[in-house]
């Protein structure tokens, strides 16, 4: 099945920085890549998402990169705000063996802007 | 108000008790997921639904129980075969065929 690496396990940024989360997965039939944003206590929030026939997508501050052939993807967030501090999620799904429904997430980022 | 709901926020449950998360939505959305989220650790798929009265085990399916009755509605019991639930359940919802999953705001299970 398909396996999803995220690193940084916790990142910590200065308000006004540049912030890169990055995945690689291992099922090359993937195509959907969704970033979720988590605040403490709630569900997931949709913030992004690509699909394997673009490269890059970009909403204001948030940009994802996509690489098929080394199998990983990125999230950048510029101009880093301290309401960005959430723990964010990569997912992947698409793969083969008829589990084209299933979202596999990383283990996930701590991401924390400082004033 | 579309979007999804859960209830409790927080429920609590005594040795050999079994007890049932509410999860309803109003997307008009066909699929519906079961999640849980331990401290650290990414979303484990627990059941999936794509149509009514269908559902299918996800990865971690043992100790837990599902119905779909109704289209709006996905309730999961944690039995008392489940040793270890204390954890963060999350309830999803997508369209058939549709990769994008949108989250309800959790239940928290602790145990007594």
């Known amino acids: 099945g398909e396996n999803v690496e995220q690193h940084p396990s916790t990142l910590s940024v200065q308000e006004g920085d540049s912030a890169v989360i990055k995945c690689t997965y291992s099922?090359?039939?993937?195509?959907?890549f969704p970033w979720y944003k988590q605040e403490l206590g709630k569900g997931p929030q949709l913030i992004i998402d690509?699909?394997?026939?673009?490269g890059e997508k970009k909403d204001q501050r948030i940009a994802v990169t996509l690489n098929k052939t080394a199998k990983h993807f990125s999230l950048h967030i510029t101009e880093t705000q301290p309401e960005d501090s959430a723990v964010y999620f990569c997912a992947a799904s698409g793969g083969g063996g008829g589990s084209n429904y299933k979202l596999t997430f990383g283990k996930g980022t701590l991401l924390t802007v400082n004033p | 108000d579309g979007g999804i709901t859960q209830s409790p926020k927080y429920l609590f449950r005594k040795e050999g008790q079994n007890v049932t998360l509410s999860c309803e939505q109003n997307?008009?959305?066909?699929?519906m997921y079961w999640y849980r989220q331990d401290p650290g650790q990414g979303l484990r798929l627990i059941y999936y639904s794509q149509i009514v009265n269908d559902f299918q085990k996800g990865d971690i399916a043992e100790g837990y129980s599902v119905s779909r009755e109704k289209k709006e509605s996905f309730p999961l019991t944690v039995t008392s075969a489940q040793k270890n639930p204390t954890a963060f359940y999350l309830c999803?919802?997508?369209?058939?065929?549709?990769?994008?999953?949108?989250f309800g705001p959790g239940t928290r299970l602790l145990v007594l």
């Open positions: 999803a919802s997508s369209v058939v065929g549709g990769e994008t999953q949108y």
């Open positions: 099922d090359s039939a993937s195509n959907y």
């Open positions: 997307l008009n959305h066909d699929a």
């Open positions: 690509i699909r394997s026939n673009v």
